[in-house]
C-alpha cells in the first residue's frame, strides 16, 4: 500500500507539472472554496442573528430562578471565562406623596445589559437616546407613563420599601423586556446595590433572579455544558435562541434558506467534480493500457489512481479552506456598511466541514468516473477504439446523491429539504435519461427514412452514438440551472413573506389594561387623533387549574410541569369569530351562541401536551369554568398584532371581569399626543415595541441582504460550471471541427452546426430545469418553509431562453477557437 | 502461482483459434496456428493488412485471449489466465514497442523509462533509467516531454521503456510504421542491438518484407495461419 501511496504521489506531481489536473483541481478548490465560504458566512450570520436576539434578551444565556442561585453554581459562574451580570426582578409598590402604585421593580447590576442597549430620556415622553449607563446608588429610573400615575418629574423623590430615591431618567427601552405582556405593571429600575437597604427581600418574596451571561460561542459552550448539571429544578437556563418566539422564525428561516444555498453550491461543485473528473479518466485510457501492457495489476493501478485523488482533495481542501475564509471575509467587508458591526468569528467546524466536502464530493462525484479505468483493457495499444463503455448514469449519479444526502443532511441538519432536493435531482436525471432514450430513438427513425441536412448530421450522429456522454452534459447543465433557479425562487418566495412580516404601518405600541366603561372614550380619542387602531379585544385572565378533572400539575409530564403557562395567569379573550380562516390548523370554530369551547394556541399542544377533545379547567376571579377544547390555532407571533394562546366564546366569558386591549400605529413624530393619552387614561398600560419593530426590521434587512449575498455568489460559481461544462465538451468537437474544415467546411457551416447544437442542448437544459425547479419548490415551500407555493409562471419563460442563450453563447466562444486555428494544427 | 521453467522455447502457440463475432457473422482471424519460437530467436510475422497479424501478437503476448487453442510464454500457459493473471507473466517476461510509441504523454522520456520500473517496485528507478536513455542516444533529452521529442526520439524512449524490466521476450509491432525511411532504420538498427545485448527473444509483426528479412525467421500470416518464409537473408543484422 505504501509503495503504491507513493506512486500515487509522484503521478501528482507529474499529472500537475504537465498541466493535466488544473480542471479538477479548480473544479474541487471551488467545491471546497464555495462551501467554506458558505458555512463559515452562514455560521458568523447565525451566530450574529443569535447575537441580536441575545441584544433583546440582554444576554447569551440567561439563568433565572425564583431565589439567589446556590453557591456552587455562583462559584462555576465565576470561575468560567465569561461575563455576568445580576437582574431581580419584583412586584412592589412605590409611594411618592400622598400617591401610591403598583411597580414591577428591577434592580440591576452597573454592567447590564450585557447585550444591547437601553434607552432613556431625561424627561417622560422627550426624544429618547441610547444609554451606556445605569441607575446610580440612590437613584431610580421610571417608565414615563409612571410619573404621570405618581405625579412626580424627574428630580423629585420617591420611597420604595425603607429607602428613598431620587427620579434620575426616564426609561424608554429595556431590552430583555421585549414584547411579552408578563410584566404589565410601570417600570421602576434601580441599583442592585441599594437592594438590601430597602428590606423587601425577605425569605418567601415573589422575586425572579437572572442572571445574565455573555461570552464568545466556544466559551458558551463550556459555560453550559459545566453549569446545567449542576442548577437544581427552579433554576432554568434559557438559551438566546429560546427566548423570542417573535424573531425565531425568522431566523430559522434564515438559516433554512442557507442551508439551501449550501446544497445548491454543493450540486454545482459536485457536477462540476464529476464532469473534470469524467475527464480526468478519459484522458487517461491510453496510459492505462500501457501500464496494463508492462503487466500492471488492475487493482494496483485503481489503488495509484484513486490514492492520487485523494491525496489531491486532501492538498486542495488546505488552500481551499483558506480561499474559502478569503472570500467570505471579503464578502463580509464588501458588506460591511449594512451587516451587523460585530460579526462573531466563526468555530473551526464549518472549516473542516469545508475541508471534508471535498473529499466527500471528489469520492461521491468522481469515483464512478474513475471506475471506468479498470475496464481499460491492454488490448487498446493495439486496437484503440476499445474505449470502456460509460459509467452508467446511476452509478455517477447515485452514488453522488446518496453522498451529498448524507453530507448535507449532516451539514444543514434538514433533512427534509435535503430529501425534497435530491428527490428533484433525481426525477430530474431520470426525465433526461428517458427523453434522450426515445428523444433520440426517434430522431434515429427519422435519419433512417430521410436523410436531415449537412449542417445537422454530424452533431445528431454523435448524440446518438454517445447517448452517455449526451445525457451527462443534459444533466450537468440542467442540475445547474436548477440550482440556480431554485435559489432564486425561494428567496423571491422569502423576501416577500419577509415584508408581509412587517408591513408598513405595524402597530407599534400596545393599549392594554383599558376598563370597560373607558373603551368608547379610548375609541373616540384614537379617531379624534387620526390613530390608525386594531379592534379592541377584551382580556380575561385566569390560571389553568384541571386538565382533563385532574389538577394540571399532575396531568402533564415532569418536563412540562415547569411551563410558564402553569405558573401565571393565561390572557383569555373572547370572539365569535376566528381572527382569520387560516389560522385554524385543527378541528373546527364553534357558533355564535356556543358555550364550553375553547381554542388553543399550537405551541400549548406542543408545551402540555393537550390536544382536541381534553378539557381545561380556568380558575377566574374565583369561578371555575371548564371547556373542551374545540380548535387549534396558530398564531404568527412575529406580527405584532394582539395574539391570544386561549380564545372561548363569548356567551363563555362575558360577564366575568374583563380589561381591553388595542394596538395602535404612531409615527415617531406624533408621540407627543401620548402624553394626553396618559392624561386622560390613567389606568391604561402603554407598551411601546418600536424599537422591538426596528430591532426585528434590521435583522430581517440584513437577512435579505445575506440571501442576496449568496444568490450572487451561486449565480456566479453557477456561471463557472457551466462554462467548464461547455470546455469540457469541446475536445470531440474541435477535433470534428477541424476535420470538417479540412473537408472544404466553411466556418459558417462550423458555426452554425456547433453553436446549433448548443443552443438546442441550453433550450432542453433549461425546460427540464424549470420542471425541477417547480417540483421542488412545491415541496421547500410546503414542507419546509412553509410558504404558500404557486407556479412561476415567468420562470417558464424566461429559463429556456437564458439558458439556450447562455450555453449557446458559451459553445459560441469555444467554437471560436476551432475557427481561428488553421486544422492542421488541430488535427496534429 | 506461475513458474518459469527456463524453457528454450520462449514463445509457443498449438492449434490456435480467434473467431469474432461481427453483425455480419462470426468471422475467423486465426484457424488452428502452430508457433514455436526459440529463446533467444528473432522472428517476424508478415502479412497483408487485416491478416490479423496484430490479433496473433495480441494473443502471443498475453494481452487478449484466443478463442481456443494453447499458449504458453516463457514456459507458461496464459490461455487460460484471466487478465490479471496474464498481466503479472507479461510483468516479468515481455516488453513491447509499438508503432503509435504509446508514451505517456504527461511524463517526460525519463519517467516514462522509469513508469514499468516503478510500477514493479524496483530499486533505484531513476538510475537504471537514465542508463538506458543514454544507451539509446537521448540523454540530454531526458526531461523532455513526447510531444517536445521528434517521432524517432519518441520510439527511442519507448525502446529503453521497452527494455526497462530487462524482458525475455521483446514484442514489436510495427515499430517503423510511423517514421519515415531514415528514421526508421536507425530505430530498426537500435533496436536489434539492443536485443542482442540483452538476448532478448524477439518477436516483431511487420508488414515490411526488408524489416522482417533482418531476422532469424519470417513468418507469413495468410488465411489464419502462419508460413515459413525460405528466401531471407535470415540472420538479425
Redesign the interface.
Known sequence: MS?SLM?SW?FLV??W????LWLLMLSLLMAVSVSTAIAIFSDRLQLSLGRQVAEVMGADLVISSPTKLSEEVSQTIASQPVEQATVLEFPSVVMAGDQMQLVSAKAVSSNYPLRGQMRAADQPFAPDEVTEDTPDEGEVWLEPRLFPLLGVEVGDTLILGESEFKVARAITLETDRGGGFYSLSPRLMFNINDLDATGIIQPGSRVHWKTLIAGEEHQLTGFKNKIEPLLSDSEKLNLAEDDREDLRSSVVLLRQFLGLGSIAAMLLAGIAVAMSSRRFAERRF??I????????????LMQIFIGELLLMAILVALPGVFIGWLLQTGVVKLLAGVLPVWLPEAGSMPMVLGGLTGIITLIGFGLAPLLRLREV???R???RELTPSAAGVWSVYGLSLLSMLLLLWYHTGQFLMTAGIILGVGTVISIIMLAVKVGLASVHRRLSEQPVPMVWRLGVKRLLQEQGQTSAQLIAFTLTFMAMALVLLVRTDLLQRWQQQLPEKTPNYFAINIQSAEVEPFQNFLQSNDIEGTSLYPMVRGRLIEINGQPAKEAVSEKQRDHNSLHRELNMTWSDQPVSEAEIVAGDWWQPGDTGEISIEKSIVEHLGVNLGDELSFMIAGTKLTAEVTSIREVQWESFQPNFYMVLPETSLKGLPATWLNSFYLPPDDRLVLNELVRQFPTISLLDMDAVISQVQMMLEQSVLAVEAMLLALLLAGLLVLASAVEASLDTRLREGALIRSLGGSRKQLVIMQTGEFFIMGAFSGVIAVLGTELCSVWLNVQVFELSWQPAIWLWFTLPIISALLIGLSGWLGIRRVIRQPPGAVLK | MIISTGSPIAVSAQSLIKTVTARSGSLTILSGLDLKIKSGESVAIIGTSGSGK?TL??IL?G??QPTQGEVALAGNRIDHLD??AR??????H?G?V?QSF?L?????AL?NVM??L????KESPQTHARTLLERVGLSQRLTH?PRQLSGGEQQRVAIARAFA?QPDILFA?EPTGNLDEKTGESIINLLFEVNRENKTTLVLVTHDLQLARRCQRVLKLTQGRLEEEVEHSGAAK
Request: aromatic share 4%; glycine share 10%; proline share 5%.
Open positions: 509503495r506512486l509522484r507529474r499529472d507539472r504537465s498541466g493535466e491510453d496510459g493500457a500501457v501500464m496494463r501492457c508492462m503487466g500492471a495489476q488492475q487493482n494496483q483493457t491492454p488490448l495499444v493495439l486496437r | 496484430s501478437l495480441g503476448a494481452l487478449d487478465e490479471d498481466a503479472r507473466v507479461r510483468a516479468d515481455t513491447f509499438f504509446h505517456l504523454p504527461n511524463l517526460t519517467e513508469l514499468p516503478e510500477l514493479a517496485g516531454y524490466g509491432d
